[in-house]
């Protein structure tokens, strides 16, 4: 890939890049693209940002003075919203051209066969931002939301970057952009013989996030000690009962106290530094963010062996790796050796903190992000120095 140069569009103004988010609801994506434009160079890139609903991200795009419009998104394809795709893709491409768009970047691949339909019809380049797992590459999703025919697709772990390369003509196309995440704001501390084990889960909760089987695996911890805690940090869909099936099984065995249902928080950090360590699962997210932010914090983690998950956690030195499915719930075999070995997973917390800011910053991630934008658009000759 080339190397990000001095060039900007052929007026001698900023290229607009044009990024499209579903949701503006408090997430992963969404941190990662107001990270992104935090550290966006104004002088080269002039961003605009469309969106479904207002909310988390809209308050942030104010803050940073980067326009947005709401477009509604239906779901992509079905013979029912066909006729709605058919007037958001001619929305876009107008949008496009009011605003004199150079690039358009779907930053969830959700919304991405609307965006390249558009960028096409406009005649400028287009990124897709894939960040789930291997579970969302099989050769009819791939066909589905035209990772294919983009002109760059950004993924989030190597082992996507292998997988997607196998069902594509063109592999080269495929860039590896890990998710960078923000330093944390306090050094952190350890809480050395403490009877007090506090895990921490982090993430909105419905099936997929696995939380009712860290619930499920960890039950005969919080019932060997009363001072253990488990935090579940997240919001919840409002037409699930997934939450509701948790909360009653902790009332079955009267673990209200020790297991608790935070919501929705913006203190995460707080929270992090608080507890001894992060237990995530899930079945589409190869890397799920709070993983490095937790990493970042100095906590050791417990992670599901979901197929890229070994890129960032190193089993034993950094975390565990477990089968949430082994019967031997090794899990809870986790739990137990870090109540009685401290100093052991307190080392493997400092080992994890050392690990994420080598590799997981948030200036390397958009600093890549943007050498794809500016090697796409000198290829479509916008990047001419001005006269």
Not at 15 to 29: H, M, N
């Amino acid at each position: 890939m080339k190397t990000m140069g001095s060039q900007t569009n052929n007026a001698g103004k900023p290229w607009r890049v044009l990024i499209v988010q579903k949701f503006a609801s408090l997430g992963g994506s969404q941190k990662s693209l107001v990270h992104h434009l935090e550290l966006l160079d104004r002088s080269r890139f002039e961003p605009r940002v469309i969106v479904s609903n207002r909310g988390w991200l809209t308050e942030k795009l104010d803050e940073l003075r980067v326009p947005w419009s709401l477009v509604q998104f239906g779901h992509w394809i079905n013979l029912a919203s066909l006729p709605r795709n058919l007037l958001l893709i001619a929305r876009l491409k107008k949008y496009i051209r009011q605003h004199g768009i150079h690039l358009i970047h779907a930053n969830e691949h959700w919304i991405a066969p609307p965006c390249y339909w558009a960028a096409r019809r406009a005649g400028v380049p287009a990124i897709c931002h894939f960040r789930t797992g291997l579970e969302d590459l099989t050769p009819r999703r791939i066909r589905k939301y035209l990772y294919g025919r983009f002109d760059r697709v950004l993924v989030v772990a190597e082992v996507l970057r292998k997988a997607l390369a196998k069902e594509i003509s063109d592999p080269e196309k495929i860039i590896v952009v890990r998710d960078g995440v923000e330093p944390f704001p306090m050094e952190p501390c350890y809480w050395g013989k403490r009877r007090t084990r506090v895990v921490i889960n982090v993430g909105a909760i419905y099936e997929v996030k696995g939380q009712a089987k860290i619930l499920e695996r960890a039950l005969p911890w919080l019932e060997e000690n009363r001072r253990h805690f488990l935090l579940f940090v997240g919001g919840t869909r409002a037409d699930s009962d997934y939450v509701g099936s948790m909360k009653r099984a902790v009332a079955e065995q009267g673990l209200q106290k020790q297991v608790l249902f935070l919501g929705s928080r913006e203190d995460v950090p707080r929270l992090l530094r608080a507890a001894d360590a992060l237990a995530a699962y899930s079945t589409v997210e190869g890397i799920p963010r709070v993983v490095m932010e937790a990493m970042f914090a100095g906590r050791p983690v417990m992670v599901s062996d979901t197929p890229g998950m070994d890129e960032v956690v190193v089993d034993g030195e950094t975390g565990r790796i477990v089968n949430f499915d082994d019967a031997a719930n090794p899990l809870l075999q986790a739990l137990r050796d870090m109540t009685s070995n401290h100093s052991g997973w307190e080392t493997m917390g400092r080992r994890a903190r050392a690990r994420a800011l080598k590799r997981y910053s948030i200036r390397a991630m958009s600093d890549a992000i943007q050498a794809a934008y500016a090697e796409l658009l000198e290829q479509k000759n916008y990047g001419k120095k001005p006269n």
